[in-house]
């Protein structure tokens, strides 16, 4: 029989074995963070290499030119004493004809071979690449009074052609903590509700659709901007504008509005902003393909005095199309360019738009303007990105808030859930870059689906587009973040096994070798997240606007700040359909930067819809307590 001694050393030895093991990777770890801060060190090095030999590139082609003026003159100067001189010439006609002979008898010997040949290292580690962007040009037109007829059309829209792109599971990064799931509140709670001292609330909430929109039918596509007093925002098919700060909304028509001829006319994705450094709302259309297959995007300009005038009517306009970015045309309902997005740089304006011709490939065409050409409403000269190198992004959205330097991502074939591409093109460059960053753990990538509770499962469309593109993207700082729709289940490597579809949140210092700061889900027990879009205050905080939904609910909309663990909802749907849509918007608010402005809708039953149901679009401005109702100040 073995004594309690006898019993407890093999206990001991596994423990000390354990201690052994865990000293043993503390010290790897401790090593390992060592050598990548000396790694850090040594880019940066080969950082201002990089850049010295750029300057001494530009020196030796302006030195090369110079010596070139130089021949050229001096070869001048001979003709003129020539000229001059003419038995100097027949002289030195003799002594050319001299060298030549000997030339032919006794050549030169060959030049030695150079004393250093360039060779390559091994590409280590994650994929990195650079390209130029190309040039175009548009015309400016414009447009005042809605001179146009209707161009009637069916309260439909058929899904994107293209599917998004599937994401294959990556070698294993790490199993996720889930951390807290996120509430969900209804707005009217007021202020405390979620337990935070200074918490979010709401200083208009203006719900238009039912007298201000034709009460679309087909996805809702909401899209929206403010600056002051006037608020335009943006569905499919239709646009509204307010010119009292948001209390009341009266629909436009594109349509009426602009020339409707082009390609195959109007239809129906449109993204708007307000740029405040020139003063101008910026209205982006896509325009759906024509017989011989070609199609556009319509970028339109106008102050929100000239809102307010022309209610809405009075606009300089570029299009911009397929042709002018080398994308052969295609025909299907799609068509070549497909869903576009928008923001805003210090100096410029970025478009982004899915490129589907076989000119330049599938992938994710992303244009800059300048912003001064917008305002004076002139041509414009942008440059523009090759899609084929944004394969992995096709589907996903541009930086907001993005200062001198616009980004973007993908986490689509050929990359995986471990790991996301990120793009970045700074304003002062013609080149734009992309580079891989690992994540923490691998995120599920299976069948996004969330049946509501009428039996319709309101993330079908998501399933097959955008499926799992980067939706929401905007830069903080030195940080971008970066979120996109995950399907519930785990990473395909065990761990914790989301409950329903969520939101992947990454966090990315682009001033640090695009290190990875953070990645966190947006998850709940009972329902699904999705479609996020992200933006940033002057208060350095990140707004979110996103779909929820599933079981016991419908498909609703809610905003809300990261980091809260909260998102509020101002309206609930009473109906799910198996096309909830495509985006929903959160923008910094204009001029109160403190604060957010979230487009939304929600579905509601209509009996006069053919459909049975419409959709309903919401405004709402909010931010912290704080900056809503700021503490007087007694003097």
Known sequence: MQ??????????????????????????NAILGRISGQLDTALCILEHISKNSCETLNEVHKQTGLQAAEKA??????????????????????????????????????PPAPVCVYEPCPRLGPESGSRDALVGVALPNR????????????????PNEAPGRDVPTGPFRGFVTPGAGQRVMDFKSGPGGAGDPDPVVFGKYTPYGKNATPMSTVAADISGAEVGNVVLASGNWYASYSTDGGSNFTSVDPTTIFPNAADGGFCCDQVIQYAPSIDRFIWLMQFSPGADGNSRLRIAAASPQDVINSKCTNWTYWDLTNGAFGISAVKDQTGPLDYPDMSLGDAHLYLSVDGRGSGSGTGLLVVRVPLNEIQAGGTINFRFTTPSDSASAYGGHLSQNTGDEVFWAGCGKPKDNGTLQVFSWAADSNTYFW???????????????????????????LDNFPKFGVTGATR?????????TGSSGDGGHGGFSFPNPQVQ????????????????????????????????????EVGITLGWGGKTFYANSAVGILGD????????????TTRWGDYVTVRQASPQTAMFA?????????????????????????GRNSVVNPIPIIK
């Not at 903080?476 to 996109?484: I, K, P, Q, S, T």
């Not at 990454?506 to 699904?528: G, M, Q, R, S, T």
């Not at 999705?530 to 350095?540: E, H, V």
């Not at 663990?565 to 799910?576: I, N, T």
Request: proline share 7%; aromatic share 14%; net charge negative.
């Open 505 to 540: 949140v990454v966090k990315v210092d682009v001033k640090n070798n695009y290190k990875l700061l953070e990645h966190f889900p947006i998850w709940n027990n009972d329902y699904a997240f999705a479609y996020p879009s992200l933006a940033t205050n002057d208060r350095a």
């Open 73 to 110: 003159i001096a070869e001048t100067l001979l003709a003129l004493y020539k000229s001059a001189h003419p038995e100097a010439a027949l002289a030195f006609e003799r002594l050319e004809q001299v060298r030549r002979h000997m030339l032919e008898c006794c050549p030169p010997e060959p």
């Open 3 to 28: 004594t309690e001694n006898e019993c407890r050393q093999p206990s001991d030895d596994l423990a000390r074995l354990l201690r052994v093991m865990v000293e043993l990777q503390a010290s790897h």
């Open 435 to 461: 580079r891989d960053v690992a994540l923490n753990y691998n995120w599920p990538n299976g069948t996004i689906s969330s049946v509501a509770a009428d039996g319709n499962d309101w993330l079908n469309k």
């Open 565 to 576: 663990f909260v998102v509020w909802y101002p309206e609930l749907s009473d109906k799910a």
């Open 143 to 158: 447009v005042i009074g809605a001179p146009f007829p209707a161009t009637p059309h069916a309260d439909l829209e058929e």
């Open 598 to 622: 979230g487009f939304g809708y929600a579905i509601l039953k209509d009996s006069s819809k053919t459909a049975g149901y419409r959709f309903d679009p919401f405004y709402i401005l909010f």
């Open 476 to 484: 903080r700082g030195n940080e971008v973040w970066f979120a996109w």
